[in-house]
């Protein structure tokens, strides 16, 4: 049974500092993992996709890495801005259209 | 293009009572999903439609959750007799049948029950 945690729960910095979120899962075995934004009282958003045959995606500034023989992934958001301020939740999906396995999320202040 | 719209946005129900959840998906997004978040936990799958068929209805937590999705459009999802366990958000999500369609999410639904 897949296990998706991400570590830490909650991240506070000040604006202009890069963040780092970590996510780990326990099967290697994945199709994709995808990394969302949500702010309070409204849905998901996503923010980035990684094809298990990938090792990074690029979006503006942000950058999710996918170590898949270590069950790992790291999403980076350079020069943090209070805007950023969100919970970001990583999900592993196990094959296409399948059914997404969810991390408990980082919930990020950026402090102006 | 309009995105994944989920009503209503928030439901306050007593202990025993129905509520239907309704979910309407993209245009042309023939898988749809039901998840949900309970208080304190992570968002957990309930199921997973291709068109108007369960493809995947594995998390469904018990015979009181009924999903449907008639004629592959939109979809309900109904919770008879609703318990103070089934408090939480119900999110739905659509995709497009393709390896590397992304998910969008709906606002969700904020069910509370009482």
């Known amino acids: 049974k897949q296990e998706v945690t991400q570590i830490p729960a909650a991240l506070s910095v000040p604006e202009g500092e890069n963040l780092v979120l970590n996510c780990s899962f326990t099967?290697?075995?994945?199709?994709?993992l995808q990394w969302f934004r949500q702010d309070p009282g409204k849905g998901l958003t996503s923010l980035l996709l990684?094809?298990?045959?990938?090792r990074e995606q690029t979006s503006g500034r942000l950058n999710a890495s996918l170590d898949k023989s270590s069950g790992r992934s790291t999403l980076y958001i350079a020069a943090s801005q209070p805007g950023d301020s969100a919970t970001y939740l990583c999900?592993?999906?196990?094959?296409?259209?399948?059914?997404?396995?969810f991390g408990g999320g980082t919930r990020v202040l950026v402090k102006p | 293009e309009a995105g994944v719209t989920q009503f209503p946005s928030h439901s306050v129900i007593e202990k025993g009572q129905t509520v239907t959840l309704r979910c309407d998906p993209i245009?042309?997004?023939?898988?749809l999903y039901w998840y949900r978040r309970v208080m304190g936990k992570e968002i957990k799958f309930l199921l997973h439609?291709?068109?108007?068929?369960?493809?995947?209805e594995s998390g469904m937590p018990n015979n009181r959750f009924l999903a449907e999705r008639t004629g592959g459009t939109y979809s309900t999802l109904k919770v008879q007799p609703a318990e103070l366990e089934d408090s939480g958000v119900y999110f739905c999500?659509?995709?497009?049948?393709?390896?590397?369609?992304?998910?969008?999410f709906g606002s969700g639904t904020r069910l509370t029950v009482v």
């Open positions: 439609f291709v068109k108007e068929s369960k493809q995947d």
């Open positions: 245009s042309g997004h023939d898988n």
């Open positions: 999900a592993v999906g196990k094959a296409a259209g399948n059914k997404l396995t």
């Open positions: 999500a659509s995709s497009q049948v393709g390896d590397r369609a992304l998910y969008t």
């Open positions: 990684i094809q298990s045959s990938q």
């Open positions: 099967d290697s075995a994945i199709y994709n």
